[in-house]
């Protein structure tokens, strides 16, 4: 049997969410119904939606925008790896499309360059500043909310509708990372598009909207590369048991889409593999400066089987890879290291889901209302499966890509048990997912006792009594239901709310950021507000034995095994400066002066950059218009802070990690010889790579440089001048 859920929203009868829908359709453009004002659409909204739907909706959209942009430039250039990308993509268009690191177009990032196209195009008209860089990405979180609201409230209604975009706005890892400038937004964005489209598809089997579909797929492949096919699966899966048509159109159907997504997807890989690899840039990430082999390698199937060749823990089966990024396992979203950033009301959904999927369990083949919980439901579970088990690198800022899936299915399941509860099931049901929102929020909140300690028996108490309100609320007045359905909602989000406004509050730097106060996360390189080597030294999680701080000391997670990695120097022995442990050698990760954070080389170099003093920057400034690279540097990351304090291009040798082989020894030399590079900055990156006992091409650049050319300290700071040749070499 058929609930009205199966038709559109315009044709539903009475609810407690609204007043009933007019009868009849709507009139054609032409067709002799009055015009109305423009303005009145945007307020008014629907005419079957009550009165205040829209302008409900338009301050969520309003309060979303001004919570994310709220302290935005805090964050500086947030992550300086990719805004030193948009900086060189804002001043040449070669870099623009293929996103280089530099004006030079010596490497590019280790991704597509789509993601950094609005970005760009934002500074190309704002200059470059923080808010430049960054607000693209707020736009895109209020995109999603935006997006997610819509497909919740065509089916389900207004009020489901803003559960759901509620509940994403106040995601803690939704507010850091719709603050920050890595692919996630756009992924995330683009992946919620792609859900609402297959769910239009089964609405009315029109091709178009598979066509859409696959195109926000294509898109989001060119963001972050095979994450974006996650959710194929479920999609096509969906539209091909769901779907309204006969089962060779729909097979014709998902073909067309296919195709659409091959042509939105492919048309820049085409391109960046066709170009002679003479007159573009390196393939930032690739071992053989191939796209492709980026994909499927470093980017792609290397991150389930740990086998990344170049990364910092990979780099061959059975070496370090699987589950040296953390705990793999059925309860990895849960645990300490991810929990507080996406978990809060997980468990609230899946169990909304099950409720939901028992609830349409006698509907039709092509009922709509099944369907959306299929594709927003499936999308959650398998994305939560394969990031609970992926053995390569994994942070806690991916999960994100759950944040759209989870508010739908809770605005959804919300919307269509509460029509249903006076089923003793269904307000069952309902409870049950107010008590797991309830218990497990206290659970979070408990792991941080010092924070805001009164919290967590609020969640706990105001949840438990919430919930013992919806076990009758299909039998007391409507206001007393209405009344404990808004105190679990209440209670479910005072958590993620808690986490989400410390979030926004605190400056967020470097490459891998985690949300809500301090302590909330303690996986991997940490990275957390202030960024690794900040004060309070050391950084959270750590390799093995812990990562020292400024003052030396060590910490107290899991991650890559040993005493922490190698400085420049690449010793091993008992001190702070030249190490002691296992695994990499090193006990922390140290530059040429035995620190990390502040100064160029260790984990500042490759996680963070370094602070550039304004004699560094005048020494590289001047002249700079003389060479196409003001310097060169190991590591994406400390080339990226000296390249957006200058302003001017700075290689990164050996890209992100400093393992690439670009350049090559002997095209460094040439580059040299042909006087386009002016000084080589010491220290950054892994200590001078990792690539085989050679130490790789960065080790070999750098032992060359230091052998033949003048050695220049300005402050902390040490370059050499590739003009001038050191005495006796």
Not at 264 to 271: C, E, F, K, L, R
Not at 312 to 331: I, L, M, Q, R
Not at 425 to 437: H, K, Q
Not at 486 to 491: E, F, G, I, R, S
């Amino acid at each position: 049997m058929t609930t009205h859920y199966d038709r559109p929203t315009q044709q539903t009868g009475p609810s407690d969410w609204g007043p009933p829908a007019p009868p009849g359709r709507r009139h054609a453009p032409g067709s002799g119904e009055p015009r109305q004002p423009l303005v009145r659409p945007l307020w008014r909204g629907r005419p079957e939606d009550p009165r205040w739907a829209r302008p409900a909706l338009l301050a969520l959209l309003l309060t979303t925008a001004l919570l994310y942009l709220y302290n935005l430039s805090a964050s500086g250039y947030a992550n300086s790896f990719y805004s030193a990308a948009v900086q060189a993509g804002s001043t040449s268009w070669k870099a623009f499309f293929f996103g280089s690191l530099d004006g030079g177009n010596a490497i590019t990032v280790d991704k597509p360059s789509v993601f950094l196209w609005p970005m760009e195009l934002s500074v190309r008209v704002f200059g470059l500043n923080s808010w430049a860089v960054l607000t693209p990405e707020v736009l895109m979180g209020v995109g999603t909310v935006a997006v997610v609201y819509a497909a919740v409230r065509r089916r389900f209604g207004p009020p489901a509708g803003l559960i759901a975009g509620a509940v994403l706005a106040l995601t803690p890892v939704a507010a850091l990372m719709f603050r920050f400038n890595n692919p996630d937004a756009m992924l995330a964005l683009l992946m919620a598009l792609a859900c609402y489209f297959v769910v239009r598809a089964v609405e009315d089997g029109r091709t178009r909207w598979l066509v859409w579909a696959g195109a926000a797929i294509g898109f989001a492949f060119l963001a972050k590369t095979l994450q974006a096919f996650l959710i194929l699966p479920p999609l096509a899966l969906v539209y091909a048991v769901c779907g309204p048509v006969r089962l060779r159109r729909r097979l014709a159907q998902l073909g067309v889409a296919t195709l659409a997504l091959v042509v939105s997807g492919g048309w820049w890989v085409a391109v960046v593999e066709l170009w002679p690899a003479s007159s573009r840039p390196y393939v930032g990430g690739s071992q053989n400066n191939s796209f492709l082999e980026l994909t499927f390698g470093y980017n792609g199937l290397g991150r389930i089987s740990g086998d990344e060749t170049g990364s910092v823990g990979g780099g061959g089966a059975g070496g370090n890879g699987g589950g040296n990024w953390g705990t793999t396992g059925w309860d990895r979203m849960f645990n300490s290291e991810i929990g507080s950033q996406i978990s809060w009301l997980i468990p609230a959904a899946l169990i909304l889901l099950v409720g939901a999927l028992w609830a349409t369990r006698r509907a039709s083949r092509t009922s709509v209302t099944r369907a959306s919980f299929l594709a927003w439901g499936g999308s959650l579970v398998i994305t939560m499966a394969v990031f609970s088990y992926m053995a390569g690198i994994f942070h806690q800022y991916y999960t994100v890509a759950l944040a759209p899936y989870v508010a739908a299915v809770i605005g959804m399941g919300a919307g269509l048990l509460w029509e249903k509860r006076g089923e003793t099931w269904a307000s069952i049901t309902l409870a049950a997912s107010a008590v797991a929102a309830a218990a497990w929020g206290y659970a979070l909140l408990n792991r941080t006792p010092d924070y805001l300690p009164w919290l967590k028996w609020l969640v706990l108490i105001g949840g438990l009594v919430a919930a013992l309100g919806l076990v009758f609320a299909g039998r007391v007045p409507r206001r007393l239901a209405l009344g404990a359905a808004a105190a679990a909602l209440v209670a479910a989000l005072a958590g993620p709310t808690a986490y989400t406004l410390s979030t926004v509050d605190s400056a967020h730097t470097g490459s891998i950021p985690t949300a809500g106060p301090a302590g909330a996360s303690t996986m991997g390189f940490g990275g957390g507000p202030g960024g690794p080597g900040g004060a309070g030294g050391g950084m959270r999680g750590g390799f093995g034995g812990g990562l020292p701080g400024q003052n030396g000391q060590q910490g107290t997670g899991n991650g890559l095994p040993g005493g922490g990695l190698p400085g420049q120097n690449q010793q091993n022995g008992t001190t702070p400066d030249q190490g002691n442990g296992n695994g990499f050698p090193g006990g922390g990760l140290i530059g040429e002066g035995g620190r990390m954070g502040g100064g160029a080389g260790g984990a500042g170099g490759l996680l963070d950059g370094a602070s550039v003093s304004a004699e560094a920057k005048n020494l590289l400034k001047s002249n700079a218009g003389d060479y196409t690279w003001v310097a060169a540097s190991i590591g994406s990351q400390n080339a990226a802070s000296y390249q957006l304090t200058t302003g001017e291009p700075v290689m990164a040798i050996g890209g992100f990690n400093g393992t690439d082989p670009s350049p090559t020894l002997a095209q460094f030399k040439k580059y040299v010889a042909e006087g386009k590079i002016h000084y080589f900055v010491s220290g950054g990156g892994m200590g001078g790579g990792m690539g085989g006992s050679d130490g790789g091409t960065s080790s070999q650049i750098t032992s060359w440089v230091q052998s033949n050319f003048k050695k220049v300290t300005v402050g902390s700071a040490t370059f050499y001048d590739l003009t001038q040749e050191a005495a006796g070499s």
